[in-house]
Nanobody, 126 residues
Framework: QVQLVESGGGLVQAGGSLRLSCAAS??????????MGWFRQAPGKEREFVAT????????YYADSVKGRFTISRVNAKKTVLLQMNSLKPEDTAVFYC?????????????????WGQGTQVTVSS
């Protein structure tokens, strides 16, 4: 089993920055390679892909809507994945979720991930 806990959400003005953190735990996570991803879900909308990173951290992929503004990174020794969000816009307002899936590559679809955190709220005011 893998447990994921997100933190770092909050209220920020447009143009501001936030850094989300996802802490992973579990015996299974320690013994295998896991790709990690960030997704978000705004009220009344489906959960959507934001960013993903391979186990090694050498490969990343972003949604077009966040490319150039968000950066995903990971510190495997600390079992932590980060999402640095700059130049935030009101349309970035959503609950952000961390996800993990066994594998060395990365994944961009909701249905490709088995493990999910509980989410952290990000609100960007105009």
């Amino acid at each position: 089993q893998v447990q994921l806990v997100e933190s770092g959400g909050g209220l920020v003005q447009a143009g501001g920055s936030l850094r989300l953190s996802c802490a992973a735990s579990g015996r299974t996570f320690s013994g295998s390679n896991y790709a990690m991803g960030w997704f978000r879900q705004a009220p009344g909308k489906e959960r959507e892909f934001v960013a993903t990173i391979s186990w090694s951290g050498g490969s990343t992929y972003y949604a077009d809507s966040v490319k150039g503004r968000f950066t995903i990174s990971r510190v495997n020794a600390k079992k932590t994945v980060l999402l640095q969000m700059n130049s935030l816009k009101p349309e970035d307002t959503a609950v952000f979720y961390c996800a993990a899936e066994r594998g060395s590559l990365y994944y961009t679809r909701v249905d490709q991930y088995e493990y999910w955190g509980q989410g952290t709220q990000v609100t960007v005011s105009s």
